[in-house]
């Protein structure tokens, strides 16, 4: 019966996991990740795990997370996702200062510049703002609601960005567009000037960075997607920079003529403080690639791939702080079908980025890491993690990617009977 018509994996529960992730504070007085609703904290100046108090609606997250990030000053972290709900914290105390509800499921987070702003993006493709005015130190900001700031109507936005002046907002979409958005002085009225288009990637954008120097203060747009490649923009105009072919240059793709295997999609990029590197998760990829960013000639190159040899470990989310080149990756997922473990990631960090170091970059052992084993169980929820936990991790995420992002076709029959069953065409009890 058209009834029954469903797209395989849309309501299947088992594989619509949610990535680790990652968030470093930008002075690394601390360290989050996230895996499933699971948010994980650790302090490194009391080195010590950290208890998160919310008084503010309930216990937590009730859903995966989706999004988790740091304000640019280190005093507010915001965690949001599948339970409908933006979490504001602040990094004093780690108490939840406000939860914000969302009429969607929330796919990314951004805080402007000056933390007086909120911004997230959901499912259906709408940015919201919230304020943050009346918050000065530990105190809870109540009846705190969103206001819609600007949209990709019906395309999910995979990431969210502002410019380092503060006076753009980037939001990329499943549908291959990022868009450039003036950040008005009167955000809660809405955001209505367009800067520009930044378009050219032939796949869903999975990841947006700026990478920027003294001497370049506006920055340039940096984006991943999932054809293959890392672009570089300018933003006021919208022009495409360069072009660089991570999977295909780094030799990562088997030339088996397979169509499936010649899109290796990127999953993360972070950008390095002084604007030189740019280090880059890859889907199948046991490492990272490492780009050399050149902004006096607006280019890219891909300068060597950092491989993690002895273990199954593919990074599903990339950190750093702005006052350490220590590069943080993690790999986990919720909801692993077939596994009886609760939550579990895996943090692993690269270190030897120093301009005066004579090596090259060295991937610390688990005993180096400050913090050691303290730090890894809190993150982690273990110590130590089964191979074949993460071999299977590895692929959830690449099925969930997949069916998340890639555009799905339907026939005319099923388009009908989606377009009857929308939920904003039910009517509301």
């Known amino acids: 019966m058209e009834e029954t018509l469903t797209e395989e994996g849309e309501t299947n529960k088992d594989i619509e996991v949610a990535p680790a992730l990652i968030a470093v504070h930008p002075t690394q007085k601390s360290v989050a990740v996230a895996v499933g609703s699971d948010l994980r904290v650790f302090d490194f100046q009391g080195v010590s795990a950290v208890s998160l108090v919310d008084d503010t609606s309930g216990p937590f997250h009730k859903d995966s997370i989706r999004a988790i990030r740091y304000s640019a000053d280190g005093n507010l972290f915001v965690s949001a996702g599948d339970d409908k709900v933006v979490k504001i914290w602040s990094t004093d105390s780690w108490c939840c200062i406000c939860t914000v509800p969302s009429e969607k499921r ?12 909120v911004c997230f993006a959901d499912k259906f493709g709408v940015v919201w703002v919230v304020d943050l005015d009346g918050f000065d ?24 960005e502002f410019s380092p002046d503060g006076r753009f907002v980037i ?42 120097t003294s001497d370049f203060p ?30 295909a240059k780094a030799e990562l793709l088997e030339s088996n003529g397979k169509e499936e295997e010649c899109n290796l999609a990127v999953t993360d990029l972070c950008t390095f403080p002084d604007g030189t590197l740019i280090a880059v998760a890859a889907q199948s990829l046991q490492g990272i ?71 090259d970059p060295t991937i610390l052992e688990d005993n180096e890491i400050l913090g050691g084993d303290k730090l ?42 989606r377009k009857r069953t929308r939920n904003d065409r039910k009517t509301k009890q």
């Not at 923009?233 to 495409?240: R, T, Y």
């Not at 939550?343 to 960090?349: E, G, S, T």
């Not at 089964?386 to 992002?405: G, R, Y």
Request: glycine fraction near 6%; hydrophobic fraction near 40%.
């Open 218 to 247: 506006q920055g340039f747009l940096v984006s991943g997607s999932g054809d293959s490649t890392v672009r570089l923009w300018d933003i006021s105009s919208g022009s495409l920079l360069d072009t660089c072919e991570v999977g």
């Open 171 to 212: 939001s990329a979409d499943r549908d291959f567009k990022i868009r450039v958005t003036v950040f008005p002085k009167k955000p809660l009225d809405g955001a209505h000037e367009i800067q520009s288009f930044c378009l050219g990637h032939t796949e869903f954008v999975s990841c947006l960075d700026f990478v920027f």
């Open 137 to 160: 130190g530990n105190q809870m900001l109540v009846n705190k609601k969103a206001a819609p700031l600007l949209a990709h109507y019906c395309s999910i936005i995979t990431s969210l």
């Open 289 to 359: 690639v490492l780009l050399s960013c050149d902004l006096s000639t607006r280019t890219l190159s891909i300068t060597r791939v950092v491989s993690i040899m002895g273990e199954a470990f593919i990074p599903t989310s990339l950190g750093m702080s702005s006052s350490a080149r220590l590069l943080w990756m993690v790999t986990g997922v919720s909801n692993l079908h077939g596994f009886d473990n609760p939550p579990l990631a895996r943090v692993r960090i690269i270190s030897g980025f120093e301009k005066s170091s004579p090596g």
């Open 376 to 417: 890894l169980e809190k993150l982690q929820g273990s110590v130590s993690v089964e191979e074949k936990v993460f071999l299977a991790a590895a692929e959830a995420v690449k099925t969930a990617m997949s069916n998340l992002l890639v555009k799905k076709q339907y026939s005319t029959e099923k388009r009908e009977f």
């Open 106 to 117: 929330v796919s990314a987070v951004a805080l402007s510049n000056d933390s007086l702003y």
